[in-house]
C-alpha cells in the first residue's frame, strides 16, 4: 500500500542552525502539507502546497520557515534558524486530487532543538 | 475560521465494551470532510473513518462508526467491541471542501485507554 515516508525519523541539533525536513508524498498525489505537533498538544498546520507553490500557510510558518518540491518527488521543510520552542514531531501528509477527502500522513519527524 | 473541540481529554473503556468520543465543529461551510484519525505511541496518524458532509448516512468502518448530526454541528465516534489495540488518542479533523487544498483542522484530542 502507498504510503508517506519522512525522514530522518529524529533529529537533534543546536539552536540557530538549519534543518531539512525530508518526505516522499504518495506518488500520484497532487496536495502535500507539512503540519507540527509540540509534545502533549494539538496537531498545527503549518503550510500546504499545490502545483510547485504555498496554496496556504499559517501564522507558525514564518520567514523562518521555507518548503520546496525540487525533483518532483521529494517535498521538504527547511528551518533556517532553529529556535528551542521549534521542538516538535512535524508530520508530512499528502492528498489525492480536488475530490479527495483525506490527507495520508508520513510517521514524523521528532526534531529536538538544544 | 473552521474550529474543532474534543471536550473529553481523557477516556477509558473496559477491553469488548463499547465507547463513545465526542467532538463538535464549527463553519460556515455547507460542503465538507470530517475525519477521525488515531494516534498510538508511536505518534502516527492513522485515518480511521471519514464523512462527507452531504451524506446523510453515518459511516461505518468495521467496529468504527460515527454519528453524525449535521445541524448541530457533531460528530461522535463510536468504538464496539474494544481492543487493547484501540488505546491511543483520537483526534476529530475537518477540512472544508469548498477551497482546493484548504488545510485539515484538529481538535485537541482525546486520549483513550482500553483496561484489560
Known amino acids: 500500500e502507498p504510503e508517506v515516508t519522512q525522514t530522518p525519523s529524529h533529529q537533534v541539533t543546536q539552536m540557530g542552525q538549519e534543518v531539512i525536513l525530508r518526505c516522499v508524498p504518495i506518488?500520484?498525489?497532487?496536495?502535500f502539507y507539512w503540519y507540527r505537533q509540540i509534545l502533549g498538544q494539538k496537531v498545527e498546520f503549518l503550510v500546504s502546497?499545490?502545483?510547485?507553490?504555498?496554496?496556504?500557510k499559517s501564522e507558525i510558518f514564518d520567514d523562518q520557515f521555507s518548503v520546496e518540491r525540487p525533483d518532483g518527488s521529494n517535498f521538504t521543510l527547511k528551518i533556517r534558524s532553529t529556535k528551542l520552542e521549534d521542538s516538535a514531531m512535524y508530520f508530512c501528509?499528502?492528498?489525492?486530487?480536488?475530490?479527495?477527502?483525506?490527507?495520508?500522513f508520513g510517521e514524523g519527524s521528532r526534531l529536538t532543538v538544544l | 475560521a473552521q474550529t474543532v473541540t474534543q471536550s473529553q481529554p481523557e477516556m477509558s473503556v473496559q477491553e469488548a465494551e463499547t465507547v463513545t468520543l465526542s467532538c463538535t465543529y464549527d463553519t460556515s461551510e455547507s460542503d465538507y470532510y470530517l475525519f477521525w484519525y488515531k494516534q498510538p505511541p508511536s505518534r502516527q496518524m492513522i485515518l480511521v473513518i471519514r464523512?462527507?458532509?452531504?451524506?446523510?448516512q453515518n459511516a461505518t468502518e468495521n467496529r468504527f462508526s460515527v454519528n453524525f448530526q449535521k445541524a448541530a454541528k457533531s460528530f461522535s465516534l463510536k468504538i464496539s467491541d474494544s481492543q487493547l489495540g484501540d488505546a491511543a488518542m483520537y483526534f476529530c479533523a475537518y477540512r472544508g471542501r469548498e477551497t482546493s487544498g484548504s488545510r485539515l483542522t484538529f481538535g485537541e484530542g482525546t486520549q483513550l485507554t482500553v483496561n484489560p
Open positions: 464523512q462527507e458532509a452531504y451524506k446523510q
Open positions: 506518488s500520484n498525489h497532487l496536495y
Open positions: 501528509a499528502s492528498r489525492g486530487g480536488p475530490n479527495t477527502g483525506e490527507l495520508f
Open positions: 502546497f499545490y502545483n510547485n507553490e504555498i496554496s496556504e
